[in-house]
């Protein structure tokens, strides 16, 4: 099922009694998920993911503009009516039922024609189970289970009742770092198998990435850029989107255009055709470093870490805005550790450049091979 969302806004009044202006969550959302992807929804704490969530499932009023579900406009239905199954951090589940009866627990409520025989009802409980690989707990409570399976029994509740649409708000953030990754890959395993349209909510942006056919990136409320992931990293809109993606960080250092050339402190480091002299930001990828001796750019060399496949070199240099430059580079290559600088060429296509004041990017023509 596709998602539409038409300018839709959530205010909250201030919480704050100094603070009088209200607190737009979700400012003026437009866009389409389309049908049976998983999207992955990312951005930092407080930029208003969780209320996007209640506001697609209804447990939140917008205070403008409309959701529709397929060619349904919801915006007005009641949560029960929109055939939505939500997974939260927490699990939420009753600890006093087994996992069997948590599973059930949905389709206990069905009234009228809907209502389910008890069989029917074991039935879908153990299909939902079977998905996520939990249908040999289901005499246990949850008290019984580890982090990982409280999850997947959480995520078979959001299941049974074959949602058009399910959304998972943070829904590995209790878990240690190795079921973190096993949950994730579960997720987008059930999510491949069911095709439910699938939301998930994250602020980690490894999670988003590795996982996504679409990230949507937001920040303060308002909608960022949205793409896969590889378009988004490669091609990002502003400054906060390319700080934002990616591990190590992006490397950002004052800098300036001047006669077509990008100026980090003396040094050209690049072309930068059609650009007019300015002051900006320019963001170098850590991959984006090419190790050279006679290189267009010199840092002050701290140290070298190797790390298997990679390694990384720790620099500084003073328009440097990171505490340290990160750049990864092959393992193959030979590095003169007795020298206090190092020197690099840089890969035209792993440099941004933005906008001082704005912070939005400034195109330029890629020419591989100048300087
Ligand atoms: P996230 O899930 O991305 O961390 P939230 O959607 O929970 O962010 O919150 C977004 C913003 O809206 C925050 O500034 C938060 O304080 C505010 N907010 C959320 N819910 C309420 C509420 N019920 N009343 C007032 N402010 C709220
Ligand atoms: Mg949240």
Do not use: W
């Not at 055939?83 to 627990?105: M, S």
């Not at 074991?122 to 299909?127: G, I, N, R, S, T």
């Not at 002051?279 to 750019?297: H, M, N, S, T, W």
């Not at 390694?311 to 500084?316: A, D, E, M, P, Y």
Request: aromatic share 6%; glycine share 8%.
């Amino acid at each position: 099922m596709k998602v539409v969302l038409e300018n839709l806004t959530k205010k909250f009044p201030s919480r704050n009694k100094r603070e009088k202006a209200d607190v737009i969550a979700v400012n003026n959302f437009t866009f389409e998920i389309p049908d049976g992807k998983l999207i992955g929804l990312l951005g930092p704490s407080g930029c208003g993911k969780s209320t996007m969530l209640n506001l697609l499932c209804g447990l939140l009023t917008p205070t403008s503009g409309k959701i529709f579900f397929g060619e349904d406009d919801v915006t007005n239905l009641p949560p029960e009516n929109r055939g939505v199954g939500l997974v939260f951090q927490n699990y939420a589940l009753y600890p006093h039922l087994t996992v069997k009866q948590n599973i059930t627990f949905p389709l206990e409520n069905l009234k009228g024609a809907a209502k389910l025989s008890k069989e029917v009802m074991a039935q879908k409980a153990l299909e939902a189970a079977k998905l996520v690989q939990i249908d040999g707990l289901m005499d246990r409570k949850p008290s019984e289970l580890s982090g990982g399976q409280q999850q997947r029994v959480a995520i078979a509740r959001a299941l049974v009742k074959m949602p058009r649409i399910l959304l998972l708000d943070e829904p590995l953030s209790n878990l240690d770092a190795r079921l973190r990754l096993q949950t994730r890959e579960e997720i987008r395993r059930i999510q491949r198998e069911t095709g439910i349209t699938t939301i998930f909510v994250t602020h980690d942006q490894e999670e988003a990435m590795s996982i996504s056919d679409m990230i949507v990136v937001m920040k303060d409320g308002i909608l960022q850029q949205i793409g896969k992931p590889q378009e988004v990293y490669d091609e990002p809109v502003n400054m906060f989107v390319a700080t934002f993606l990616g591990t190590p960080p992006i490397n950002v250092f004052d800098a300036e255009v001047k006669d077509g050339k990008l100026y980090i402190g003396k040094e050209a480091v690049l072309e930068v055709k059609g650009v007019a002299d300015r002051e900006v930001y320019a963001a170098i990828r850590p991959e984006g470093f090419i190790l050279k001796e006679d290189g267009v750019f010199g840092c002050d060399l701290n140290e070298v870490e190797v790390m298997g496949r990679d390694i990384s070199v720790v620099s500084k240099h003073k328009n440097s805005r990171n505490t340290e430059i990160r750049s990864i580079i092959s393992s193959d290559t030979k590095i003169e550790l007795n020298s206090s600088v190092v020197r690099f060429d840089i890969k035209p296509h792993k440099v941004f450049i933005f906008d001082k004041e704005t912070e939005e990017r400034i195109y330029f023509d890629v020419n591989e091979g100048d300087l």
